[in-house]
């Protein structure tokens, strides 16, 4: 019994001394572990360098052509077309209103046109707001956008209203004056 309390209390000392003052490990400089030849020749990652700051941040390039469907569910229509217009010039891109409808053959052609991926990278830094007449009629006409025939693209202003630049696409009879007159007038030329 004397051996088991004198073994407890050397541990309980030996415990309390190590806790206290630093062992030789802690004084002594830290050092790389040491690899075998066999593990060097398995290690096939590259040596951790130190951090860098990452260069500046040049600004993204302007998204292909963008097409917004505006939708009822997604609030009021001055509301909507006010943002995309305010997001859309602070991104520096082209915001036009397109005024159709899903029956309408000219619109028709237009969407086929414009679905082309080819036809989409030629339209950098354009959003395409799509408004069907039949759901946004009145809606339009109180704003300022005035629909004789469909369709019919706005150029938006800062606020989301017309800006005075218009196209009607009810001539465009093919494929050819749909990409002539359309196109153009997204790019703003």
């Known amino acids: 019994m004397k051996r088991i309390l004198f073994v407890s209390c050397w541990l309980v000392f030996a415990c309390d001394v190590s806790a206290s003052q630093p062992t030789d ?9 040491v690899v075998t030849p066999a593990e060097k020749a398995d290690d ?4 951790p360098q130190p951090e860098s700051t990452p260069p500046a941040a040049e ?3 302007a998204p292909a052509l963008s097409i917004v469907e505006l939708k009822p569910s997604a609030g009021p229509l001055r509301q909507q077309l006010r943002l995309h217009a305010k997001r859309g010039g602070k991104k520096g891109q082209r915001v036009v209103l397109e005024m159709g409808a899903p ?10 046109l414009l679905a082309e991926g080819g036809v989409k990278a030629e339209l950098e830094g354009v959003v395409l707001l799509r408004a069907d007449s039949d759901v946004w009629g009145e809606d339009l ?3 300022g956008f005035d629909a004789p025939v469909i369709p019919v693209y706005y150029a938006l202003d800062e606020a989301g209203g017309p800006s005075g630049d218009s196209v009607r696409g009810d001539r465009w009879k093919n494929r050819g004056q749909v990409r002539k007159g359309l196109l153009a007038f997204l790019r703003g030329e």
């Open 25 to 33: 490990a802690a004084k002594a400089p830290q050092t790389q572990p």
């Open 44 to 47: 096939t990652k590259p040596e």
């Open 59 to 61: 600004p993204a390039p």
């Open 103 to 112: 029956w309408c053959p000219p619109c028709k052609r237009a969407k086929a």
């Open 141 to 143: 006409d109180d704003l």
